[in-house]
């Protein structure tokens, strides 16, 4: 299983970012895929999911910034973040849950900075 994330960068407060994720040797579209970040000093936390059918689930404090969405085809997810702000700055990292095993992206830093 591989999950290649890309996209992050420097962006000033109020940007806008979109992060991708191409996973490989998993049936992708049968699979829930989930991004999470981390901060310098904290852990990590789950920032959004999505389902096989589409269905999606955010941290409450992202809720209406952030939206998580997929493509099949490409087996890619993404994650498309708005309005960001310095508390944002982490290491974002996509994850699968597959075989009764975690599998987690090299990450892709964030950071939010004037």
């Known amino acids: 299983v591989q999950l290649q994330a890309s996209g992050g960068g420097l962006v000033q407060p109020g940007g806008s970012l979109r992060l991708s994720c191409k996973a490989s040797g998993i049936n992708f579209s049968i699979n829930t895929m989930n991004w999470y970040r981390q901060a310098p000093g904290n852990e990590r936390e789950l920032v959004a999911t999505i389902t096989s059918s589409g269905n999606t689930n955010y941290a409450d404090s992202l809720k209406g910034r952030f939206t998580i969405s997929r493509d099949n085809v490409r087996r890619t997810v993404y994650l498309q973040m708005n309005n960001l702000k310095p508390e944002d700055t982490a290491v974002y990292y996509c994850?699968?849950?597959?075989?009764?095993?975690?599998?987690w992206g090299r990450g892709t830093l964030v950071t939010v900075s004037s």
């Open positions: 994850n699968v849950f597959f075989r009764e095993r975690n599998y």
